[in-house]
């Protein structure tokens, strides 16, 4: 069973900063796209941001861009969300999304989820 496990999420104020984490179950994952979507409540599931398995490509949501940041390390399997000036409109559950070629922006087209991580920003 493949895993992937997010950690992070909290609750912050406005204009502050959390990092996410998603470690993959498998070494396999370093050769597998990742990336982030989120959902807040009454809204569907929508990009985040996405890296590519050699870390070469990554697209971000305009929503994020300049606020947030990407990374990944291959040698542990796991990706990274810097999340800086937070709004109160980033409050969403994030998740960590894995695929064997892309992660595009539709959800629909995703391997492998994980189980999610809460972020709350405060006004």
């Known amino acids: 069973q493949v895993q992937l496990v997010e950690s992070g999420g909290g609750l912050v104020q406005a204009g502050g900063s959390l990092r996410l984490s998603c470690a993959a179950s498998?070494?396999?994952?370093?050769?597998?796209?990742m990336g982030w979507f989120r959902q807040a409540p009454g809204k569907e599931r929508e990009f985040v941001v996405s890296?590519?398995?050699?870390?070469?490509?990554?697209d971000y949501a305009d929503s994020v861009k300049g606020r947030f940041t990407i990374s990944r390390d291959n040698a542990k399997v796991t990706v990274y969300l810097q999340m800086n000036n937070l709004k109160p409109e980033d409050t969403a559950v994030y998740y960590c999304?894995?695929?064997?070629?892309?992660?595009?922006?539709?959800?629909?087209?995703?391997?492998?989820w994980g189980q999610g991580t809460q972020v709350t920003v405060s006004s």
């Open positions: 999304a894995a695929d064997s070629t892309r992660v595009g922006s539709s959800p629909s087209d995703i391997d492998y």
């Open positions: 498998r070494r396999t994952f370093r050769n597998y796209a």
């Open positions: 890296i590519s398995w050699s870390g070469g490509r990554i």
